[in-house]
Structure formats: structure tokens, C-alpha cells
């Protein structure tokens, strides 16, 4: 009984220290004196809600957040932009030029990419998925297996691709994995491409998937800074011109080997 005695004292204190005192069968505090009590809910509030119909607001936890389409436009508009201004002016070009041809303030390009480093992933993840795309759409337009990859190489050109080279030096993950799933892709459809205008008789033996993606990346780099900023109309000119040597029958000897993707990846 001592034990008991001390424990209702024990609380009939507390409650006089906070000021608060429940009343019986409500499932809410009241006030009294001078203290700063705070209402709580009992089970008897939920039975109530239940029997006036009401249902429980959802909790955030059971809410799916979805980007807006207005966010998601911007983000695209961002990385199209800086895709240009890279290929113009190089990967080092002010962030601040970015947001501004992008139609976006400077808050909500660093909301989307916190640093150059981030934007420069995105942009180089984009121009690679783009580039695959293109390489599966001209096996699905052409009958022609070399005319296939000759559609592909002029649609990459129109992507940029080698404006790739120069974004990735400097301080930047090639090796994460977003990058290496599109960069295998990438790889797989061009050596597909390939494969079949060789299994075709139409593209000479003497030659690997390396060789073009090479030859892509030389004749469509940007030349940042130079003075003859109209030197991209002759690209498709000259591209045309390494296809013509493409095709079989071979009209010289290749010195050196095929450039495998092996190869590539070692350099």
C-alpha cells in the first residue's frame, strides 16, 4: 500500500507541475493553474471519427512524390543547353551562360546540378542514350545493312557525339554506372551495325566497331575557340567520304590492325 500511496503522490505532483489533469472518458487534457499543457488524443477520439465516418487524412509516408512537368521541362531545357554550349565554347563554359540560353534562373540550374561536375554526367548520359536510339532506328529504317550504318554515322554526327572526348577530361566518374550501361549499349548497337554489313558482303573485313567510333569521334569534335566557327557544314562532307571507303570492294590496304572496343578502352 506504501508503494501505492507514493506513486499517485508522485503523479498528482507532476500534474501539478505541468498543469494538466485528463478528464475521465474524453481522451483530452485540460489546463489548470498556470501551466502550458499540451492536448493529446486517446483511443476514444479514434472510435468517434469512426463512427461519424470520418477517414484519417493519408500520411506522407503513403504519398508518391512525382516531379511536375514544369520541373522536368526545365531539367531537360538545362541539359539541352549546356549540351550546345559545350559543343561551341567547350565543357568549361560559365554555368551562368547555361542557365540564361536555357530560359532558367541561376536557383533552379544548381537545383538540378549542384556543380558543373553533375551537369557534365547528365549531358554526357543524354548524348549517349540519343546516339543508341539513333543506331536502332536506322536498323529499323534500312533494308540495306550497309546503308544502315551509313544512316547511323550522319545521326550521330547530328548528335554531337564527339563533343563527348572533350567533356570527360578534367574531373569526372567515367566509370559510374549509369555511364557504363549506356556506353555498352552504345557499343552493342554499333557493333551490330557493323556485323551485319560485313555478314552482308557490304563493308570491308579489314575493319572493327572501333574504327568507327573512332573516325565518329575525330570527324565530329568541335573546335572550341577557333575562328572558323562554320567548319561544321563540311562534317557530313567528309563522313560520307570515309563511308565511300567502307565499303568493299576494299580499294587499298589498311595499315595496322582493326581497332577493337578493347582497344579503345585501353587508350
Known sequence: MGVAVKTVAKGAAQAAVTGNTAQPGTGRATRTGNGTGSATRADTGHVAEAAAGKSAAPTASCRVARPRADALRNRERIVSAARELFVEFGPDV???????????????????????????????????????????????????????LSRFVHAAADERIGALCPMISGVFDRDHPDLLAERDRLEEAVAWLVTRAQSAGRL?????????LVALSQLTRPLPGIACQGIDRFTHRHLQLFLDGLETPARSELPGSAATLEDLRRS
Open 94 to 148: 560559365a554555368l551562368d551562360d547555361v542557365a540564361r540560353r536555357a530560359g532558367v534562373g541561376n536557383a533552379t540550374l544548381y537545383r538540378n546540378f549542384p556543380d558543373r561536375a553533375a551537369l557534365t554526367h547528365e549531358v554526357v548520359l543524354a548524348v549517349t542514350s540519343r546516339t543508341t536510339l539513333r543506331a536502332e532506328e536506322a536498323v529499323a529504317a534500312e533494308s540495306d545493312p550497309f546503308a544502315a
Open 204 to 212: 570491308r573485313t579489314d575493319i572493327a566497331v572501333g574504327d568507327v
